[in-house]
C-alpha cells in the first residue's frame, strides 16, 4: 500500500492522466504546503517558477519517479475516496483506456485480463484479426499469430520478426519501429508490440529512446512502444 495521503495519490493519478502542471492555488484536491512540500521530497514532483504574461508563476510538474509509482502502485486510494476529484480521475483513466482499445484495436477483455468464452471468444478474434486477402489459407493445426493464447507469441512469429530487424540491419544501425511496422501491414500493433517486448525481456534486442526530440517526426512517435511510461522510439539487435 502506497504511504502517500489518499488525496495526494488522486492528486498524482490526476496529473498523470490529464497532463495538467497546476499553480500551488489551483491544486485539486486542496493540498497544505507542508504536503505539496512532502510530494517535492520524495521525488515525485518539481516545483518549477515560469513567467507567463510577465507574472513569475510556479507550477508543479510530474517527475520520471511519479510515473515510476504509477506503474507499480495500484490507484487504491480513488476506491475509497468520496472527493469528487477521485470520481474525475476515474472517468478520466477509463476514457483513457476505451480510446486506447478503440485506437490499437485490441479487445478490452484483453487489457484487464480477461478470457472471452463461448461466442464471445470467436466474436473477438474474428474482430481483430486482419484482413488476409490473397494469402495462402493456413494448414491445419497451425494459427495465425494473432490467434494464440493470451500471454504468448508464436515461436513462428517471434522469429520472423527478429529476423527482419536482422534484415534491416538491426546488428549496425538503428531500426525504427515506424520503418518495422511497415514489413507487417497485416499485423494488429499490439501483437507486434508484443512480439517486440518478448524479444526485449529475451535480451534478443533492446528497445530505446530518441534522445533528440527534434528528430522525432509524428510518424516516428506514432510508433513507438510505451515501456515503463517511456516512449522507445528505435531498437537495436544485441549481438
Not at 41 to 61: A, D, N
Not at 69 to 93: G, H, M, Y
Not at 101 to 118: K, M, T
Not at 176 to 198: C, E, G, H, M, N
Amino acid at each position: 500500500m502506497s504511504d502517500l495521503l489518499p488525496k495526494s495519490e488522486i492528486l498524482l493519478w490526476k496529473l498523470l492522466l490529464t497532463g495538467e502542471e497546476p499553480t500551488k492555488s489551483q491544486v485539486k484536491p486542496k493540498h497544505r504546503a507542508k504536503e505539496l512540500k512532502l510530494l517535492e521530497e520524495k521525488g515525485l514532483i518539481e516545483c518549477k517558477t515560469v513567467v507567463e504574461k510577465g507574472r513569475r508563476i510556479t507550477r508543479l510538474v510530474l517527475t520520471d519517479k511519479a510515473w515510476d509509482w504509477a506503474s507499480t502502485t495500484p490507484p487504491t486510494a480513488i476506491a475509497r475516496s468520496k472527493s469528487p476529484e477521485a470520481a474525475a480521475v476515474l472517468q478520466k483513466a477509463l476514457a483513457t483506456l476505451v480510446d486506447y482499445a478503440q485506437r490499437e484495436n485490441v479487445p478490452l477483455a484483453r487489457i484487464l485480463g480477461l478470457r472471452p468464452s463461448g461466442a464471445f471468444a470467436i466474436a473477438a478474434r474474428s474482430a481483430n484479426r486482419p484482413s488476409l486477402g490473397g494469402a495462402a489459407p493456413v494448414p491445419t493445426g497451425q494459427t495465425q499469430p494473432w490467434e494464440v493464447s493470451e500471454g504468448e507469441v508464436d515461436p513462428n512469429f517471434l522469429e520472423k520478426v527478429f529476423r527482419t530487424c536482422e534484415e534491416m540491419g538491426g546488428r549496425y544501425y538503428l531500426v525504427y519501429l515506424s520503418d518495422l511496422r511497415k514489413r507487417f501491414p497485416d499485423v494488429p500493433s499490439w501483437l507486434l508490440d508484443q512480439a517486440l517486448l518478448t524479444l526485449n525481456r529475451q535480451a534478443k534486442i533492446v528497445l530505446m529512446n530518441l534522445d533528440d526530440p527534434l528528430s522525432i517526426t509524428p510518424e516516428i512517435e506514432a510508433a513507438a512502444i510505451d515501456l515503463y511510461g517511456y516512449k522507445k522510439h528505435v531498437l537495436r539487435v544485441r549481438n
